[in-house]
């Protein structure tokens, strides 16, 4: 296949530009840079299937030749990002979707938009299934970035049902591996980030409050199997291995041999206080589930977090 990637040199986006080129597919990557680096697809320039072009796909999609599959992961996910760049946060969800959803029909391609567990909000269900529809806010500072979700898969819907396009929703839940950004504000990446450098270690809240962290590997893998798959409709992708962030961070002082003390902090607005996905559906459309235990995952990330500290 020939296959476009929106945001191809962002975290999640370079490791699907690294998959689709070791499977033997043309990759064209898009990315304006805005929160992506150009360094994690630096590597790939020389691979003669791989075309990066700088562009901002609010506005255009400049791509020649066939097209097989288009990938929209253009987007800021990270709370640092999206309320630092609103507007094009909207873009992204809103223009770039149409962009994407346009070039997909016009060469009869496959469309997979990339969604995120941010459309259930602060959930009132737990853990969460595709069938729940939120517990949103609209207007508050994160609802640049649900809200953006929201409709782009209002959009991609609207595609499949009038015209037809052959497409697919994926919503991604806490994603961590290599090529994180250390500043991007995410809880993850800031706790490994500050126990190496033996800071204090800012939770926000009280720590009672539960994420589920899924490794790089096994998302993409399951965006891949999803691609391949003959559903429509929105499937969860996450690991269902819950923890609350006071016991995350005492696992990665552990790993990390930190000698960081806690600084509580505010909650933030809207803040979700829970976080699990039920991932029955991908279990039986997709006959796929995390490999990647968290311990293992972690050892990996800080790792890789060292290396970018000694590069510094």
Request: contains cysteine.
């Amino acid at each position: 296949m020939r296959v476009v990637i929106t945001g191809g040199s962002g975290f999640l986006g370079s490791h699907l530009c690294e998959r689709f080129l070791k499977d033997r597919h043309e990759v064209v990557c898009l990315d304006n840079f805005v929160t992506g680096t150009p360094h994690n697809t630096e590597h790939l320039l020389e691979h003669p299937g791989f075309t990066r072009i700088e562009c901002d796909v609010s506005h255009e999609l400049p791509v020649e030749g066939t097209v097989d599959a288009v990938l929209h992961f253009a987007s800021p996910a990270s709370p640092v990002g999206y309320l630092r760049l609103p507007l094009e946060t909207l873009r992204a969800g809103s223009a770039a979707t149409f962009n994407c959803a346009d070039l997909a029909r016009q060469h009869s391609a496959r469309l997979l938009v990339a969604s995120t567990s941010e459309v259930y909000g602060d959930p009132l269900e737990h853990p969460q299934s595709e069938s729940y529809w939120g517990n949103v806010n609209s207007i508050g500072p994160r609802s640049v970035y649900d809200e953006a979700k929201r409709f782009a898969e209002s959009v991609v819907m609207a595609y499949h049902r009038k015209h037809e396009v052959d497409t697919r929703i994926v919503r991604i839940f806490n994603t961590f591996g290599p090529r994180m950004q250390v500043d991007d504000g995410r809880s993850l990446p800031t706790f490994c980030w500050q126990a190496l450098r033996d800071e204090p270690i800012t939770v926000f809240g009280d720590g009672s409050q539960t994420r589920s962290f899924c490794y790089v590997s096994d998302l993409v893998e399951g965006i891949c199997r999803l691609l391949e798959s003959d559903e429509h409709l929105p499937v969860n992708l996450g690991n269902p291995n819950e923890i609350s962030i006071r016991d995350l961070v005492e696992e990665i002082v552990e790993l990390t041999g930190s000698r960081s003390a806690i600084e509580y902090q505010d909650l933030p607005q809207d803040d979700p206080k829970i976080r699990c996905p039920d991932i029955t559906r991908a279990r039986e459309l997709l006959s796929w589930e995390p490999r990647v235990d968290r311990r293992e995952g972690l050892r990996r990330v800080i790792e890789y977090f060292r290396g970018e500290l000694a590069r510094r």
